[in-house]
């Protein structure tokens, strides 16, 4: 969970979060608490009060697992009014058969099939790499890329266009952007909402490993 934290946000030294890990930075949440059957990883915004930071850490070791997010969101809120609360699943990919990794990888001479469905990766195409496609009719129709990425892992953003869903292209990208992560000696790493019901579908053909959650307040 440490790992997914930094694959997320920017830190700065004293380990605050300063913004997405994007490049665009869009503005960062408030709070982040990733939770495993192993403990828990927490992280505030560079901007949080010392003292809001102390009365959360006070909530999340006295109360109840049940209470502790309801109370947290109330000290929050009395601080600032919050705007969005984020919070889903983390999985990481096992190991990928061969069978599912024949997807095309983007290169700049064949990134032109992005242009039809998929041209905002075109801009943006050089801190998302690695991107594998799927095609059809001389078009990429399916997509997986870096969404966010470090050292020492990537998280996978993965399209399909409306009409060629269900057809297991997501499945493709997918499985062969985890394994050009693995050979990179990188961990590849897949998180979305508890209301993403496809993109959970997504995860559970792939068979992923769900390690933890994650929420993020804003």
Same mark, same amino acid.
């Given at each position: 969970?440490?790992?997914?934290?930094?694959v $997320?946000?920017?830190?700065?030294?004293?380990?605050?979060i300063?913004?997405?890990?994007? %490049?665009? %930075?869009?503005p960062?949440?408030?709070?982040?608490?990733g939770?495993?059957?192993n403990?828990?990883?927490?992280r505030?915004?560079?901007?949080?009060?010392?003292?809001?930071?102390?009365?959360? =850490?006070?909530?999340?070791?006295?109360?109840d697992?049940?209470?502790?997010?309801?109370n947290?969101?109330?000290?929050l809120?009395?601080?600032?009014?919050?705007?969005?609360?984020?919070?889903g699943?983390?999985?990481?990919?096992?190991?990928i058969?061969?069978?599912?990794?024949?997807?095309? $990888?983007?290169?700049e001479?064949?990134? @032109?099939?992005?242009?039809?469905?998929?041209?905002?990766?075109? #801009?943006?195409?050089?801190?998302?790499?690695? @991107?594998? =496609?799927?095609?059809?009719?001389?078009m990429?129709?399916?997509v @997986?890329?870096?969404? %966010?990425?470090?050292?020492?892992?990537?998280?996978?953003?993965?399209?399909?266009?409306?009409?060629?869903r269900?057809?297991?292209?997501? +499945?493709?990208?997918?499985?062969?952007?985890?394994?050009?992560?693995?050979?990179?000696?990188? +961990?590849?790493?897949?998180?979305?909402?508890?209301?993403?019901? #496809?993109?959970?579908?997504?995860?559970k053909?792939l068979?992923?490993? $769900?390690?933890?959650?994650?929420?993020?307040?804003?």
């Amino acid at each position: 969970m440490d790992i997914q934290a930094e694959v $997320l946000y920017v830190h700065d030294q004293a380990g605050r979060i300063t913004g997405v890990n994007e %490049r665009v %930075r869009h503005p960062a949440p408030r709070f982040f608490w990733g939770h495993t059957n192993n403990g828990r990883v927490i992280r505030f915004r560079n901007d949080i009060s010392n003292n809001v930071i102390r009365n959360v =850490m006070k909530i999340m070791d006295r109360y109840d697992p049940n209470e502790q997010l309801s109370n947290v969101i109330n000290t929050l809120q009395m601080d600032k009014e919050i705007r969005r609360i984020w919070m889903g699943p983390a999985y990481t990919f096992n190991e990928i058969g061969t069978d599912y990794t024949d997807a095309t $990888l983007v290169t700049e001479n064949n990134k @032109c099939y992005l242009e039809h469905g998929f041209s905002s990766l075109l #801009s943006e195409l050089e801190s998302r790499e690695p @991107c594998y =496609m799927v095609m059809e009719n001389n078009m990429a129709v399916s997509v @997986c890329f870096s969404a %966010r990425s470090s050292d020492r892992a990537a998280e996978a953003g993965v399209e399909t266009l409306e009409g060629y869903r269900g057809k297991g292209y997501a +499945i493709r990208v997918a499985s062969s952007w985890a394994q050009a992560i693995r050979h990179s000696q990188r +961990i590849p790493m897949y998180s979305t909402s508890w209301d993403n019901y #496809s993109s959970q579908s997504v995860a559970k053909r792939l068979q992923l490993h $769900l390690y933890g959650t994650d929420i993020s307040i804003y």
